[in-house]
């Protein structure tokens, strides 16, 4: 599962620039395919932006040259088919930039919106509808905050958006604040983020996050923020099960916390006698120190993760495929060897890697492997900005629990509930989308 992209906002700051580059870098994980920056300086929109990683589509040369005091940037995931450097973000029409995170339910009627109004698009992405409803608009009422409100009546899912039109930054994010956006200030200038990690990154203050359905306008006279709709807060929990970094704070959460507190929750739910609690690294760390704690089973290191693994490795045989795995993961034999293990990840989605895992593990020694899931049964898609597989390849939509550990070669196999989840984030199951687990979509 993938996160689509990360938005970054800088308004009043005279390293705007360089700001948002080191605030993408720290953002990288939620996008890895393209990369861009858009800044208003002497009266002209710049944008620069590129596929590949942050730090492979931008140097020293380029960002001298974006130097600005407002700028907005976005790391794109794209899906299968979708990797276009048109489709690449800030987009822009009639000098205007947006950045986008997150998906719209409604993009055909959408599309059929535009077609009405004589709009022409030229992306696949629901962004540039976004972009161009509200140019459309502004044209039409010469008033932002009315361009704005109509805009987003006209849209069902998920946006968090940072709007940069000539020297105003418009930030505004989705009645259900389905997905992360923060507000920080730093030398008196104004940060936006999905993230507090790209505040913290940057020494910026956290002032607070933007809320649901909320609308915030800068310019040089004046900050005005509204609602534009009435907010009904339903946020993304997969952002705290795996999505977000554990350094970061958002809704209301320290993400760290909360992954710890559904290791110990899962600990207690589903306790099996062991050697060793082992993670697969990286998403399963932290859910692994919290069993740890909780069952009083030692923790170690049994999987060694490599950090230059590209994900666009070519693997064009099933062999193949397997032994790549190993360029992945690399078993610790010492740790394995003879062991009952208990291996903790964040999810089960496919099966397929954690088949790998297991068989990799038991060739390593291991005398059992017990696979513990620190998030319920994934048996939905998602529609609001995570790239997530059909039923048909989702395989806890098939399966039951003990037909998966049989199929993936684990002793056992044990997820947590959805109430032990909603327990670890202190929350009521009317403050989350669950949708991916219980099919009940808000939009």
Known sequence: MKEYCAVFGVYGHKQATYLTYLGLFSLQHRGQESSGIAIYKDGKLEVYKGLGLVSQVFNKQILDYLQGEIAIGHNRYSTAGDKDLKNAQPIVFQDIAIVHNGNLRNYEELKNLCASLNISLETTTDSEVILKLYAYYKNKYKNIKKALIETFKHLKGAFSVIILDKNTMIVARDKWGFRPLVMGEKDGAYIFASETCALNVLDAKFIREVKEGEVIILNKDKIENFLYDKPQKRACIFELIYFARPDSFIFGRNVYDVRENMGRILARESYIDADVVVPIPDSGVISALGFSRES???????????????????????????????????????????????????????????????NMVRKAGAKEVHLRISSPPIKHPCFYGIDTPTYEELIASKLKTQEIAKLIGADSLAYLSIDGLLKACNANKDEFCLACFNGDYIV
Do not use: C
């Not at 193949?320 to 740790?335: E, N």
């Open 296 to 358: 009083k089973i030692p923790f170690e290191w049994g999987l060694l993760r490599s950090h230059y693994m590209g994900r666009s490795f070519i693997n064009p045989t099933q062999e193949l495929r397997d032994l790549a795995v190993r360029l992945k993961l690399s078993p610790i034999k010492s740790v394995l060897n003879g062991k009952r293990v208990v291996l903790i990840d964040d999810s089960l989605v496919r099966g397929t890697t954690a088949k790998r895992i297991i």
